[in-house]
């Protein structure tokens, strides 16, 4: 999607090797987010960030970190993969104010734990 | 803790036929509610539900919120095989750092047969 960027697009790790995905974004937006989307899940969120070095944890955080140390840039980090975070990672951007907060999504990344 | 709840699960429906997706939510400090199309890669907006009763259109697909019941539903009329995708509810709260946090519904697989 335009102005927003994940990447890697696809990667296979091994249990217990740490893992770090990236998110990039052009837009100058605020506010940005990690999810999770599992079948029968819908997508759930694991850490957002209000602003450079604001960040805090979403409902399924356990086993995950981030940081942003740039308006641009949020991390996405696996400290120690296990096979229960094999799914599809999506990043999310929203401005920060105005009545259209909707997010715009990263194209995802699907991580594969074996 | 935040709830939001679709249904049907999964619905499958041949060209032309009418069908009707359903959101419910428990959340604290509601602000919007969120529709979301997602098709091979990332979720796309449909629309964002401030007040009640007022339907927002797009085409063939509508939909409405009701604050008081706490539900929301999507339609789309003379249903086409482009819209087979799963469709994604979200609420999105006010206040403070929970500002632009969504927490989304399971989805709902709609599949359209020619």
């Known amino acids: 999607d335009a102005g927003i960027t994940q990447s890697p697009r696809h990667k296979v790790t091994e249990t217990g090797t740490p893992v770090t995905l990236r998110c990039h974004q052009t837009?100058?937006?605020?506010?940005m987010y990690w999810y999770r989307q599992d079948p029968g899940h819908g997508l759930r969120l694991i850490h957002y960030?209000?602003?450079?070095?604001?960040?805090d944890k979403g409902e399924v955080s356990d086993g995950y970190s981030v940081s942003r140390s740039k308006t641009e840039d949020f991390l996405l980090t696996l400290e120690s993969a296990t096979s229960s975070q094999t799914s599809v990672y999506f990043c999310?951007?929203?401005?920060?104010?105005?009545?259209?907060?909707?997010?715009?999504f990263g194209s995802g990344t699907r991580l594969t734990v074996v | 803790e935040d709830k939001v709840v679709q249904s049907p699960l999964s619905l499958v429906v041949h060209e032309g036929d009418t069908v009707t997706l359903n959101c419910s939510y428990e959340?604290?400090?509601?602000?919007?509610l969120l529709w979301y199309k997602q098709e091979k890669k990332a979720p796309t907006f449909l629309f964002m539900l401030?007040?009640?009763?007022i339907e927002k259109k797009s085409g063939r697909l509508s939909s409405i919120l009701d604050k008081k019941e706490l539900f929301s539903i999507l339609n789309i009329t003379a249903t086409q095989t482009g819209d087979s995708a799963i469709y994604l509810c979200?609420?999105?709260?006010?206040?403070?750092?929970?500002?632009?946090?969504?927490?989304f519904g399971q989805g709902t697989i709609l599949t359209v047969h020619p």
């Open positions: 959340v604290t400090n509601f602000r919007s």
């Open positions: 979200a609420v999105g709260k006010a206040g403070g750092t929970s500002y632009g946090k969504l927490t």
């Open positions: 960030s209000y602003g450079v070095k604001d960040t």
């Open positions: 837009e100058n937006h605020r506010y």
């Open positions: 401030t007040s009640s009763g």
């Open positions: 999310a951007i929203s401005e920060s104010s105005g009545p259209n907060y909707g997010y715009t």
